[in-house]
């Protein structure tokens, strides 16, 4: 009886030790799940570019006369010149009953104005601004001649643009860098046309002067906005 009880302890301390050695062996053999990851991104500050090239080249309004149609000294180099310029462009302006485009107590506005002066033809104003939400364009057209004298106001138009209309005048500013571009240029000639833009934009004026520009962005910016006015124009009145 002894000897069966000691057979019988043997054999379960045989199997206990066989049932542990396996659940050691389970434990050791078997991966431990890898714990999920998520790759972590730093995310930078997006810094929009400006693609229409602003401010540029403009001048702080606030350091210039209200008093005149044109910042001295800015379209040409040597007073007498700008002098000359200053005085023919104002002239049509003023037949226009239009007033100088800037102001230095108006921080918040946004307008641009395209002059055409063409020697032989009508002079042209086209005026695109920003009042509010609302979008603007406005279109004059004189009975005399932009080389000679400006005559009198023949045609005065205006109407609200639609914000297609507007974003697409936004986009070809941008695609000319407009607010990059050196106001004067070395193309001159006595015959042709003048191509006068002025903006301004946050506090800052800016004005380019072209003489018959034949191609790049800026002839189509400034072609836009006759488009956007309504005028009819000959392809021979084209220049």
């Known amino acids: 009886m002894r000897r069966n009880f000691l057979r019988l302890a043997t054999a379960l301390l045989t199997f206990c030790l066989g049932v542990v050695v396996t659940v050691i062996s389970s434990v050791k053999h078997t ?29 702080e309004t606030s350091t210039l006369r209200n008093d005149s149609f ?8 040597d007073q007498p010149g700008n002098q000359f310029r200053t ?7 003023r037949a226009m009953k239009e007033e100088p485009l800037y102001s230095a107590d108006d921080a918040s506005r946004e307008s641009y104005r395209f002059l055409w002066l063409r020697t032989f033809h009508h002079p042209v104003a086209v005026r695109i601004w920003k009042c509010g ?10 009975d005399g001649a932009g080389g000679y004298e400006p005559g ?16 697409e005048f936004l986009r070809r500013l941008a695609d000319a860098c407009y ?4 106001t004067r240029d070395d193309d001159f000639g006595f015959d042709g046309a003048q191509w006068i833009f002025e903006g301004v934009r946050e506090g800052r004026y800016h004005v380019v002067d072209r003489w018959t520009p034949q191609s790049g962005e ?11 006015s309504g005028l009819r124009v000959n392809t021979s009145e084209l220049y």
């Open 218 to 228: 800026y002839r189509e910016l400034c072609l836009y906005a006759l488009q956007l």
């Open 87 to 93: 005085n023919w462009y104002s002239k049509h302006l």
């Open 31 to 59: 991966e431990t799940p890898a714990t999920p990851t998520v790759e972590v991104t730093l995310q930078v500050p997006f810094t929009p570019v400006e693609a229409d090239c602003y401010p540029g080249l403009s001048l």
């Open 70 to 77: 044109f910042p001295p000294k800015v379209l040409a180099q």
């Open 133 to 142: 939400s609302v979008r603007f364009i406005s279109v004059k057209e004189l």
């Open 152 to 167: 009198k106001l023949k045609l005065e138009r205006k109407r609200e643009l639609t914000s297609d209309e507007w974003h």
């Open 179 to 182: 607010w990059q571009l050196p």
